[in-house]
């Protein structure tokens, strides 16, 4: 089954309940619930781990890596997105903020396209 991409706006409105192709609403299922105050980020490293499994880090990351691909699909500009999604002002950070844009954009596809058939496999307790 494959489910489309919910967009919405503004972009800091993107929330934890998109819904991107081949990993449906495990995300919503996996992410935790973020504070009322929409400046909170989640503490993240400036290229994420790049291994051939999600990791937890991803996992942590997965609203993140959401909210990144719905801001690309709607043609958000990657300033606006690295400042919502993560905080950092590109005009004061410009080379960290486009590594971090690009890098957690990458690992977005990736789990798009073939990393989300790890979520499917069943955890060990």
Known sequence: MVAAITIRRPLDAISRSSVVPGIGNLVTLM???????????????????QLERISPYDEMHLASYLRLLD????????????????????????????????????RAHWIREQGYRHLLEPRMQ
Not at 31 to 49: A, I, L, Y
Not at 77 to 106: C, M, T
């Open 31 to 49: 992410t935790q619930k973020q504070p009322e105050n929409s400046s909170w980020v989640r503490p993240f490293d400036d290229c994420p781990p």
């Open 71 to 106: 801001a690309e699909a709607e043609g958000a500009d990657w300033h606006e997105a690295v400042a919502v999604i993560f905080g950092i002002d590109p005009l004061q950070e410009l080379e960290r903020a486009k590594r971090v844009y690009d890098s957690h954009l990458a």
